[in-house]
């Protein structure tokens, strides 16, 4: 960094804030570190206030790489979502859409960490020296890049001006940029050309490689290039804090970014804190160190059933534990595999009258007060009632606890045999034992399973749990060797129109009820199998029509149709959602609202309720906690 020291910047801006619009960057002590037209947030469009600068907040991980988080829960993007799930320009001062041309503005004077300037060079370099550079990216550039297997044309107009233009609409554009996990489209070029051949030489490159006992430049350059995962303090970024620890480390320390383009309505820049503090600690006392007050923000890491002890502590350490309601389809699902290699069950799992039963069979009621104090929703796995895609009977269609009509399905599904203790065989004879795995990490889906193989023994069938790894589960479903499969359901649970229809079809890879089909679409036929269930293939061609139009009329009805054919079918088996994540802050940390939802996607946890505008309610808090 130039001109001042870091130092001093800080210091200058925790005591003072700009006195007008005119002129940002040009006056009082932020000059020279805002782009010449920041962002000014509405703050009292969401009931918040404007704040004062400084002060430190801690938090707690459970291992080193979690920090990466930050760059989630940070949430600086070149779009991204408001707090009402509005697409609206960020890190980009404009951006034009045109059929499959998007045309994005930079700010002027906008600036890297380390005060280098953010330009449209480092959209270039990202596109020709990393997306397209094969030794880099083997696999070429993200798949929300292709239309009909098709990449963009990329025009640098200027210093502050880049296209994007496909000949066909585009809808997954937008929406990937402003993903949880930012793709980050551009790079820190000034940066990350120090060693990159074709600036440097093949053999500068290599040498510099050689020096940090690499094996090449390419894994230089992705040492370097550390912008998601945070791990190299040296790497400039845009976000609000930058890293300054190295690890192996036990505490990371990040500091705010003194060219950050947000700004309070009084001209403040922000974010109000100056430091972030994650301390690593084992995930089984994350909760007991935060009802002992050693955190003063904290949610990942915690859950509905640590409610109890951390409102126990709250007098005592002067915090209060938030509930937000997460924004998820079940907070247990079943996934019938439908493309399982064992013949057998591969046919079970295909007759939707045998889905449905095992649907009917569950007593969601009993789920709902054990797992979720009776305070959850019981149904199907689809959208929350928050999502303007919401409908009311697609949470209970073919999910009401009816154990007769269970009786009646699997009878008509050709399990009506039975053993001499009452359990229901297959055609081929075998006892009809369902054997579901788990990943295991969940107490709430193993606990949820012990539930449910009573219910199900009520009906003739019996249910086995098989913990595995979660890579060896996804191995395992991968080759078809998974019968079934418990999980968390839908993650994209509050979606709106322009938002991907995410885990609704085999387009998206992953998916544990048809991971196979979802190979061969990834792999474009050269793995896996193809789908060859007319209900699937609808769903397929519904995802396609979704990326074929930017309308989003025209998207919510191709979204209420796959929801309603998943409901109908029971492709995934839901039971209950509606969990409440405890978010613990400190009660004199101002702007954090009393509620608001939780997911991975589309509210990257925190991140769309803006952590930058978090701050210290006083001088002496800020000043206590920076000590």
Same mark, same amino acid.
């Given at each position: ?391 009311? !009977? /697609? ?8 154990? %007769?009509?269970?009786? #009646?399905?699997? &009878? $008509? =599904? +050709? ?116 789908? !060859? /269930? ?8 519904? %995802?396609?029509?979704? #990326?074929?139009? &930017? $309308? =989003? +009329? ?74």
């Amino acid at each position: 960094m130039t001109g001042l020291s870091r130092r001093a910047v800080l210091a200058g801006l925790a005591a003072t804030g700009l006195e007008s619009h005119p002129g940002w960057g040009q006056q009082g002590p932020d000059a020279g570190h805002l782009p010449d037209r920041p962002l000014v947030v509405d703050l009292a469009a969401r009931g918040r206030r404007p704040g004062a600068a400084g002060g430190t907040i801690r938090t707690l991980i459970a291992r080193a790489r979690d920090v990466r988080y930050l760059s989630v829960y940070g949430y600086t993007r070149l779009v991204g979502y408001d707090a009402d799930l509005t697409l609206r320009p960020d890190v980009l001062e404009t951006v034009a859409m045109e059929a499959g041309r998007f045309t994005f503005t930079l700010r002027a004077g906008h600036r890297w960490s380390d005060g280098a300037p953010f330009t449209t060079e480092d959209f270039r370099y990202y596109w020709e020296d990393v997306a397209n550079e094969p030794t880099l990216n083997p696999g070429g550039p993200p798949d929300f890049f292709r239309v009909d297997g098709q990449l963009p044309r990329v025009e640098i107009l200027d210093a502050l001006t880049v296209r994007y233009t496909w000949d066909r609409p585009n809808p997954r554009f937008l929406p990937a940029l402003a993903a949880p996990r930012d793709p980050l489209i551009y790079r820190p070029a000034h940066y990350l050309k120090t060693v990159h051949p074709r600036y440097v030489g093949a053999e500068a490159a290599e040498a510099l490689a050689k020096a940090q006992k690499l094996r090449g430049w390419a894994a230089l350059h992705n040492r370097l290039d550390d912008m998601f995962e945070l791990n190299n303090p040296d790497c400039p970024t845009l976000q609000g804090w930058c890293p300054r620890t190295r690890a192996p480390a036990t505490r990371f320390v990040f500091t705010r970014n003194p060219h950050y383009h947000r700004v309070d309505p009084t001209g403040r820049q922000l974010p109000y804190l100056d430091t972030i503090v994650m301390d690593v600690a084992a995930s089984g006392v994350l909760a007991a160190k935060t009802n002992a007050g050693e955190a003063d923000l904290m949610f990942r890491g915690l859950s509905m059933s640590d409610i109890p002890s951390l409102k126990e502590g709250e007098r005592a350490h002067g915090y209060r534990t938030r509930l937000w309601p997460v924004a998820r389809g079940s907070e247990l699902a079943l996934y019938p595999n439908l493309t399982t290699l064992d013949p057998g069950w591969r046919v079970l799992n295909r007759d939707v009258r045998y889905r449905r039963a095992l649907s009917l069979a569950i007593d969601r009621r009993t789920l709902n007060n054990t797992l979720l104090f009776g305070l959850g929703t019981e149904g199907n796995d689809t959208v929350i009632a928050e999502s303007p895609l919401f409908v009311p !009977d /697609l949470r209970t269609r073919n999910a009401v606890y009816d154990p %007769d009509g269970a009786n #009646r399905l699997l &009878d $008509a =599904a +050709g399990l009506g045999r039975r053993d001499g203790s009452d359990m229901r065989l297959m055609s081929d004879g075998r006892p009809v034992e369902i054997v579901v795995e788990t990943d295991g990490e969940g107490a709430t889906i193993l606990d949820g399973l012990l539930l449910i193989a009573e219910f199900w023994r009520e009906v003739g069938l019996k249910l086995i749990v098989k913990p595995q790894e979660r890579t060896n589960l996804r191995r395992r479903s991968m080759a078809g060797q998974t019968v079934m499969v418990a999980a968390q359901g839908l993650d994209l649970a509050v979606p709106t129109a322009i938002m991907p229809p995410t885990g609704l079809s085999p387009a998206q890879p992953d998916h544990y009820s048809w991971p196979r089909w979802s190979l061969s679409v990834e792999t474009h036929g050269a793995s896996g199998e193809p789908c !060859d /269930l007319a209900a699937v293939q609808r769903l397929l061609a519904l %995802d396609a029509q979704w #990326r074929g139009t &930017d $309308a =989003a +009329g025209i998207q919510a009805g191709i979204w209420r149709e796959m929801l309603a054919n998943h409901a109908e079918n029971q492709w995934v088996i839901g039971t209950v959602a509606g969990a409440l994540q405890p978010v613990v802050a400190s009660a004199r940390l101002a702007n954090l609202p009393e509620r608001a939802l939780y997911a991975w996607d589309p509210t990257a946890f925190i991140g769309v309720q803006r952590l930058d505008e978090v701050f210290w309610d006083s001088a002496a808090d800020r000043k206590a906690s920076a000590s």
